[in-house]
């Protein structure tokens, strides 16, 4: 069993920063491909990053260059930090592997509002 339980939204004005947080358990390991997910009001959950063993990052030219995903080496903790946000990043974010399997957990909320 995986569970992924991830933190740190909130309300912020576009153009600031946050870091969102995830805590992966259960089969995860340093091989395996994880990735942040967002659900936005009224769309369809989308990929927004992704790491692989040893590092590689990806990101859908969306936010290229505004997110960084990182985590531990063991993949057990997994962050997401976010610069220059627009009210278009206000979504639900998840963490799960990359590509996503049926593991989602709660979410985190980001609002990104004046």
């Known amino acids: 069993q995986v569970q992924f339980v991830e933190s740190g939204g909130g309300l912020v004005e576009p153009g600031r920063s946050l870091r969102l947080s995830c805590v992966a358990s259960?089969?995860?390991?340093?091989?395996?491909?994880m990735g942040w997910y967002r659900q936005g009001p009224g769309k369809q959950r989308e990929w927004v990053a992704g790491?692989?063993?040893?590092?590689?990052?990806y990101y859908p030219e969306s936010v290229k260059d505004r997110f960084t995903i990182s985590g531990d080496d063991n993949r057990r903790t997994l962050y997401l930090q976010m610069h220059n946000l627009t009210p278009e990043d206000t979504a639900i974010y998840y963490c799960?592997?990359?590509?996503?399997?049926?593991?989602w957990g709660r979410g985190t909320q980001v609002t990104v509002s004046s």
């Open positions: 259960g089969n995860i390991s340093e091989f395996s491909f």
């Open positions: 790491i692989l063993p040893g590092g590689r990052t």
């Open positions: 799960n592997f990359y590509p996503a399997e049926n593991y």
